[in-house]
């Protein structure tokens, strides 16, 4: 019962920048919930595999894709069960719909509506 809202794509240059928002919405998933459970961000683009981004664990240590290093950094504010992904020196091929999820119910095969993300060249 649980609802992810992602906010935030649009379009932008390549070399540009966007901030990614995730809200962990439902009464039911507590704070303390949400903050126990590692976060991820995925993407996934048109006829290609869902691929994970990011990943940030309930102490914050993070993980990176090795294609996002050094350009994305994701956060997190647990009091507003928020996952932020912060994408800079973007790339055309990081054009796709960015996805936020509980990286342990990935598995239930439930996600939002994700948020677009184009990158011109």
């Known amino acids: 019962q649980v609802q992810l809202v992602e906010s935030g794509g649009g379009l932008v240059q390549a070399g540009g920048s966007l901030r990614l928002s995730c809200l962990v919405s439902g009464s039911i998933f507590s704070i303390n919930a949400f903050s126990i459970n590692t976060m991820g961000w995925y993407r996934q683009a048109p006829g290609k595999q869902r691929e994970l981004v990011a990943s940030?664990?309930?102490?914050?240590?993070?993980n990176y894709a090795d294609f996002v290093k050094g350009r994305f950094t994701i956060s997190r504010d647990n009091a507003k069960k928020l996952v932020y992904l912060q994408m800079n020196s973007l790339k055309p091929e990081d054009t796709a719909v960015y996805y936020c999820?509980?990286?342990?119910?990935?598995?239930?095969?439930?996600w939002g509506q994700g948020t677009q993300v184009t990158v011109s060249s």
């Open positions: 940030i664990t309930s102490d914050r240590s993070t």
């Open positions: 999820n509980i990286v342990s119910r990935v598995s239930w095969g439930t």
